[in-house]
């Protein structure tokens, strides 16, 4: 009879605050979200590429960038009259590996602004700046 | 260059085992891909990439359910992430033949210790050390399975963490998430109960795995040829995996595991002891 109350009791007494949730929300949609712009860029990419060449095998090498000149070099491409699909596709390579990245940016803001738990913020932050590291690796 | 077809099958397959295990998606696709021709170095590349995808699509679903411990990952990550730079740089240097028995090895030990574990079921209330509380590793899930929220309190952190910094190495190293080893390492060595230890590692390994992939990107190992087929196809068949595992009882999860782990580790290690690659 009191079956349907027992799990909210238990729940009451040591489930994380409401704020917690919120953050199990923000992290999952910034985790979801991040994947399926990728996706679809890569698709978009790869259709356009089908329409223009009739095959699906995109045969273009990626050599000696980081992230952000994988992105850059095909953007200054598109500026200068070449727009080609490559450039969605490493698009999409670039918001496939901001994903996590992001996730942790919110997880730093999440322990400093929120809990201000400080073993965290620094757990957190120490974890952003290895992966910003990283990020700009130069060959 | 391989058919676009049976790069996206075999990765739809990879990405569903991957999920359904919280293993990630690489433990079955490297091998495939390196049976189809592709090199065994271009594979971890793009399987390591595709990890980030499976994970963290994976991991959404997880961590808005609440069964995520968000602290355990944070924690945690420190020690995968300078692992998976290490274990990258590694790889960039190695030949392809320790690879494959390395890779073997890894699958075979993973496989041996779960086995042991399996007699032992999860306890709720097992005591807390000191470093453990100071780390507030404990929280609650609401278990589908069982219908009721399920209470734990993480152990052992200081064996638990340099355990971690060898997983992360191993991911960065054969760009599989190690779901199995980082699994592991929750179940046995931190006392986290099975449903949590997966979905937590499904976190833990999308930042892992990033790590390693800006090492691969930056070496010029990540072909674009692979990432539309390989990356879309292990991410549909995470999405198919990511449903099933909530619904799933530990036990199904841990037997499924078992099966998957020994075929893939005699298969890796023979190729690698007989060179033919």
């Not at chain 2, 021709?37 to 679903?61: E, F, M, N, P, Q």
Request: hydrophobic share 55%.
């Amino acid at each position: 009879m009191s079956e349907p109350g027992v799990p909210g009791t238990a729940a009451g007494a040591v489930q994380p605050s409401s704020r917690r949730l919120d953050m199990d929300a923000l992290v999952g949609y910034i985790l979801l979200d991040g994947v399926l712009l990728s996706m679809a860029l890569v698709v978009a990419g790869l259709f356009w590429h089908w329409l223009k060449t009739g095959h699906l095998v995109l045969d273009y090498q990626i050599s000696g960038m980081n992230l952000f000149q994988l992105v850059g070099t095909e953007i200054r491409e598109a500026v200068f009259g070449q727009l080609r699909p490559r450039l969605l596709v490493n698009l999409g390579i670039a918001v496939l590996m901001l994903t996590p990245f992001l996730r942790v940016v919110a997880s730093v803001v999440y322990f400093v602004a929120f809990l201000r738990n400080w073993k965290y913020s620094l757990f957190t932050t120490f974890v952003l700046s290895v992966l910003t590291y990283s990020l700009f690796l130069r060959s | 260059m391989v058919s676009f077809h049976w790069l996206f099958l075999i990765s739809i397959l990879a990405g569903f085992v991957g999920a359904m295990s919280g293993m990630g998606g690489g433990i079955i696709l490297i091998p495939a891909l390196t049976l189809l021709g592709v090199d065994i170095k271009h594979a971890i590349a793009i399987s390591i990439l595709s990890v980030i995808a499976t994970s963290s699509g994976s991991a959404s679903a997880y961590v808005r359910d609440h069964i995520t411990n968000l602290k355990v990952g944070m924690f945690l990550e420190m020690f995968t992430i300078v692992g998976a730079l290490a274990g990258a740089h590694i790889t960039l240097a190695a030949s392809p033949r320790p690879l494959y028995i390395i890779f073997g090895l890894v699958l075979l030990g993973s496989w041996i210790a779960l086995l042991v574990a399996g007699h032992e079921t999860w306890q709720a209330d097992a005591p807390q050390d000191p470093f453990s509380r100071w780390l507030e590793l404990e929280g609650c899930y609401p278990d589908e399975a069982l219908r009721q929220t399920v209470c734990y309190k993480g152990r052992r952190a200081y064996f638990g963490a340099p355990m971690m910094f060898g997983a992360g190495i191993i991911a960065g190293l054969l760009g599989i998430g190690a779901g199995a080893v980082k699994v592991l390492i929750h179940d046995l060595v931190m006392g986290l109960p099975p449903k949590v230890s997966t979905t937590t590692s499904n976190l833990i390994i999308g930042v892992t795995a990033l790590a390693g992939t800006s090492v691969y990107l930056i070496a010029g190992m990540i072909q674009p040829g692979l990432v539309a087929p390989v990356v879309l196809g292990v991410v549909l068949g995470a999405f198919l995996g990511t449903r099933l595992l909530v619904r799933l009882s530990n036990q199904s999860v841990r037997r499924f595991f078992l099966i998957v782990l020994l075929v893939l580790a005699v298969e890796m290690i023979i190729r690698g002891v007989r060179g033919v690659l």
